[in-house]
C-alpha cells in the first residue's frame, strides 16, 4: 500500500464568461479563447440546486481493520493520510492494488461533499469511520459511483477514511474530490450554493441564511434591511479643470443577496482582484447614481441628474423590472473582505463603454 503525505491542493480551472449588455468576455487559459455567449444569470456556477443532503448512519455491523499510515513511509497498500479538510487528488486501482483508503479529521462538526470522477463505472468511493484506537474502519451508508456528489450536514467530529474500490474492473485512473471545510447542520436545512468542480471550494447557505465559503462568513440571504453592511460601495469620480468638473458617482447600499459564487479571478479597469467572490443581488437593495457637470463660461452651465443608465430617477431599490434583465452583481475582494466593483448595466462605466468589460476566471 503506498502512503502519501498531503498533495497540493490547488488546481485551477479557467472559465471566463460574458455578463450580458456589458460583455464580459470568457476564455480558458492556456487553451484557445472561447468566443461562445453565456447569459449572465451565472447558471454554470450557481449549481447546488440539485444536491440533497441525506443523514449519515454508521453500519456497526461492517467493520474492518486498518492500520494508520506512517509519514512519509510508505508501504504497497493505499492508505492516504490527508491533512485537512479537502482532497484533490489522482490515483488508480490495479490487480495488486485494488483498494485505496484516504483518511481524515475534522476537529469539529462538519458538512461535507464528495465525489469519484472514473471513466470506469465500476469505481466506488464510500464514507468510513474511524477508530485508531481499535484499529477499526466502519463503514456507513454513504456512498458514491463516478459523476455522484455526496452531500451530508452531519459529519462528526473525528477520523474518517474514504475507501475507493471496484465492482469490477480495475486498471483504470480516477480522482477523488473532497470539501468538509463548512459548519455542519443538525438540522438538515442547510443548502449548497455553489460548488467549484474539484470541490476545494463550496458556498453553503444555512437555515439562519448566513452564506459561507468553505467556513469563511460571505453575507445573509434574509431580506430584512441593513443585514449586510460589508457589502456597501460606492465609486465616486470628479474631474475638474480650470474652474469647471464633471461627477459621476455610483452607491450601493442595504444590499440583499440572492446568491454567491465560488472563488475567482476578477479583472476589470477599475478594480481587480486574484480572490473574489461575484454576489448577485435581489430586489430591494438601494441603488443611488448621481452625476454633475459644471462650467464656469461664459456662459455659465450647471447640470445635474439622478436618472440612472435605465432611465430611471433615484435613489430607488432594484425591482423586478431589474431582476428580469442581467444580473446586477457585487465583487466582493476575500482578500480585504471589501466590495470593489460594480459589474451591472446600471454602472454607467460599463453600460457606456467608457470602461472595458470586465473579464472573470474561476478557479477550479
Not at 474492473?169 to 468538509?180: F, K, L, P, R
Not at 460589508?230 to 452607491?251: C, K
Not at 444590499?255 to 482582484?273: D, F, I, L
Request: aromatic share 12%.
Amino acid at each position: 500500500m503506498k502512503i502519501y503525505c498531503r498533495c497540493s491542493l490547488i488546481l485551477v480551472l479557467l472559465l471566463l464568461f460574458t455578463f450580458g449588455a456589458f460583455n464580459v468576455s470568457a476564455s480558458a487559459e492556456p487553451a484557445s479563447q472561447d468566443s461562445s455567449t453565456i447569459n449572465p444569470g451565472l447558471e454554470l456556477n450557481i449549481n447546488g440546486a440539485g444536491l440533497t443532503a441525506d443523514p449519515i448512519k454508521i453500519d456497526k455491523a461492517d467493520a474492518i481493520k486498518v492500520s494508520r499510515p506512517k509519514q512519509p513511509e510508505f508501504s504497497t497498500m493505499s492508505n492516504y493520510n490527508v491533512t485537512g479538510d479537502l482532497m484533490n487528488f489522482n490515483d488508480s486501482l490495479t490487480a495488486a492494488d485494488p483498494t485505496d483508503f484516504w483518511f481524515f479529521n475534522v476537529p469539529t462538526d462538519r458538512s461535507i461533499l464528495f465525489e469519484i470522477k472514473s471513466s470506469n463505472p465500476d469505481y466506488r468511493v464510500e464514507l468510513y469511520s474511524i477508530d485508531w484506537s481499535t484499529g477499526t474502519a466502519t463503514s456507513t451508508n454513504f456512498w458514491g459511483s463516478p459523476g455522484s456528489i455526496k452531500f451530508a450536514t452531519d459529519l462528526s467530529a473525528g477520523d474518517w477514511g474514504l475507501r475507493v474500490t471496484s465492482t469490477g474492473t480495475v486498471e483504470t485512473d480516477y480522482s477523488i474530490h473532497m470539501n468538509a471545510a463548512n459548519p455542519s447542520d443538525p438540522t438538515y436545512a442547510a443548502s449548497v450554493m455553489s460548488y467549484s468542480t474539484s470541490l476545494l471550494y463550496v458556498v453553503m447557505e444555512y437555515p439562519n441564511n448566513d452564506v459561507l465559503l468553505n467556513g469563511n462568513y460571505i453575507a445573509n440571504t434574509t431580506p430584512a434591511a441593513n443585514t449586510n453592511p460589508q457589502l456597501n460601495w460606492e465609486r465616486n469620480y470628479t474631474f475638474s479643470w480650470d474652474g469647471n468638473y464633471s461627477t459621476r458617482n455610483h452607491r450601493i447600499s442595504d444590499a440583499r443577496v440572492a446568491s454567491v459564487t465560488t472563488p475567482v479571478n476578477y479583472s476589470s479597469h477599475y478594480a481587480s482582484s486574484n480572490n473574489a467572490v461575484l454576489i448577485v443581488l435581489k430586489e430591494d437593495t438601494l441603488f443611488t447614481y448621481f452625476e454633475s457637470e459644471f462650467r464656469s463660461g461664459p456662459p455659465t452651465y450647471h447640470y445635474m441628474s439622478f436618472v440612472d443608465s435605465t432611465g430611471r430617477t433615484t435613489p430607488r431599490r432594484l425591482d423586478f423590472i431589474d431582476a428580469a434583465g442581467d444580473p446586477d452583481i457585487l465583487v466582493y475582494d476575500l482578500n480585504t473582505n471589501k466590495v470593489i466593483d460594480f459589474a451591472s448595466n446600471l454602472n454607467v462605466w460599463y453600460s457606456s463603454g467608457s470602461e472595458p468589460a470586465p473579464t472573470v476566471t474561476y478557479y477550479n
